[in-house]
């Protein structure tokens, strides 16, 4: 990489770490800018995967004070966290990805749906605590499936599934939703580290702006009104997903 190559993915791991913490869908950011800089598709699949953990790492620190009280919650649900995420690496090294390209955009535009309808659609979310305990670990393993094979805004998803089963501030979900992407990230860099083509020099880019990118976009975060917060998710989904859209069927 030349000197404008590290220039971009500095930038773009800047950016991407913000968004991330704030709404999700960082990787629409840093995934074009390493095909940019000349990587292949999948090669520019699994280096963003790796090179993003550190900022969902960054976002967890910067939201701490959010997860107050949710320790008990954390524990029942990393498990199943870690095991989607495994799955979903499965999927993206022994798969074709077309089938899961044509999909993806329409999983995108149904979590932006579901959170902007939230309020409208928790009545028809299970009432009684089991019911909602067995719905979290649900909504968890398959996103979880999601962010290990492709990513691009997992945050998203989680934020809207995690607001219809549980009875929390949307800046507390955010949090959660920043340790469950952290899992996730954890496992593709195990995963991905050992079995798939990683380019390190990007990653040695990327990595440390998505940690400042990160810190700084989970503080916001947590100054943001909730509705605010809920808008720009919001916005962030649909636009994320119309271009998720525009890249599958533009064949």
């Not at 605590?129 to 945050?155: C, D, M, N, P």
């Not at 949307?170 to 952290?182: C, D, F, P, Q, W």
Request: hydrophobic share 60%.
């Amino acid at each position: 990489m030349d000197l404008a190559h590290i220039l971009l993915l500095a930038v773009a791991g800047l950016a991407a770490g913000a968004v991330n913490a704030i709404a999700g869908g960082g990787s629409l950011i840093t995934f074009p800018s390493l095909i940019a800089v000349g990587l292949p598709t999948v090669d520019a699949n699994v280096t963003n995967s790796v090179a993003v953990f550190p900022g969902y790492v960054s976002s967890v620190a910067g939201s701490r004070a959010d997860l107050a009280g949710q320790g008990r919650r954390l524990r029942a649900i990393i498990p199943a966290s870690l095991a989607g995420s495994a799955l979903g690496c499965a999927l993206l090294l022994g798969t074709p990805a077309r089938a899961f390209e044509v999909v993806v955009p329409f999983l995108v535009l149904g979590a932006a749906a579901t959170l902007f309808f939230q309020d409208r659609l928790k009545a028809l979310v299970g009432r009684s605590t089991s019911e909602k305990r067995v719905a979290l670990q649900v909504v968890v393993f398959v996103g979880a499936i999601y962010g290990g094979y492709f990513g691009a805004a997992l945050g998203v998803m989680y934020v809207a599934a995690l607001a219809l089963v549980l009875d929390e501030t949307l800046n507390r979900i955010n949090a959660l939703k920043n340790v469950l992407s952290a899992c996730v990230g954890f496992v593709t860099v195990v995963v991905f580290a050992f079995f798939a083509p990683v380019h390190w020099g990007a990653v040695l880019t990327l990595a440390p702006a998505t940690i400042v990118g990160g810190y700084a976009g989970a503080r916001l975060a947590r100054r943001l009104p909730a509705r605010v917060l809920k808008i720009l998710i919001v916005t962030f989904g649909t636009t994320i997903g119309l271009i998720l859209m525009w890249r599958a069927f533009r064949q």
